[in-house]
């Protein structure tokens, strides 16, 4: 089963507005990242949020971390049509040995 | 610095055949994990592997195996092929297994 749930599951908006998608997991972390995927292809890293952090920027991207309630917030601002794909959360399990366990994805449409 | 190789891209096999699919992950990466890709499972997890040793394993049968190399290139096999194998097989790098992931491009196999 997977961790995270990404929410939502289709996120279609303007270009230059603001895109924000969130994550819900279910058990404790040891970081978090966020994936970006092109239709049928491989997966991006965007950026890793550790457990102690609860804000990062990267670019245009900004991502959240609230292990109180296990969930996560990835925003792009100012997005172009080039920022059209699925958006994975990914968790890094705590303890000895990391396994990734990926979301479900939020399809993301900007429209032109 | 060359990025995670995935070979076959693409692939096409008879059911009850066996396949075996290469990684090379970016050098100096130690730990390799494995992920399948449907439109009805999403990204699930198969296996990772760190310093030629299995670490950890996703839920799937036996037919499902890999191996790591002392170079750290990985291998993974499925035996007996099913339809419900069709998928994109993605594998991903990292320097350790505490650090972010570096995906391929993937190989697409299809069971006919």
């Known amino acids: 089963s997977q961790q995270g749930e990404e929410d939502p599951q289709a996120l279609s908006i303007q270009e230059g507005e603001n895109a924000t998608m969130n994550c819900s997991y279910k058990t404790s972390i040891n970081n978090l990242q966020w994936y970006r995927q092109n239709s049928g292809r491989g997966l991006v890293h965007l950026i890793l949020i550790r457990s102690n952090e609860r804000e990062k920027h990267s670019g245009r991207l900004r991502v959240t971390l609230d292990t109180s309630k296990k969930s996560s917030s990835l925003l792009i601002t100012a997005s172009r049509a080039a920022d059209t794909a699925s958006y994975f959360c990914a968790t890094g399990a705590s303890g000895g040995y990391q396994k990734v366990t990926f979301g479900t994805g939020t399809k993301l449409q900007v429209i032109p | 610095k060359a990025g995670v190789t995935q070979t076959p891209r693409y692939l096409i096999k008879t059911r009850g055949q066996q396949v075996t699919l290469s990684c090379s992950p970016i050098?100096?990466?130690?730990?390799v994990s494995w992920y399948q890709q449907t439109p009805g499972q999403g990204l699930q997890f198969l296996f990772e592997y760190f310093s030629e040793t299995q670490r950890n394993k996703g839920n799937f049968p036996g037919r499902f195996s890999g191996r790591q190399f002392s170079n750290s290139r990985s291998e993974m096999n499925v035996s007996t092929l099913e339809l419900g194998d069709s998928a994109l097989y993605l594998c991903?790098?990292?320097?350790?297994?505490?650090?972010?992931?570096?995906f391929g491009q993937g190989t697409r196999l299809t069971v006919v």
């Open positions: 991903a790098s990292s320097l350790d297994m505490a650090r972010e992931a570096f």
């Open positions: 050098s100096g990466h130690r730990s």
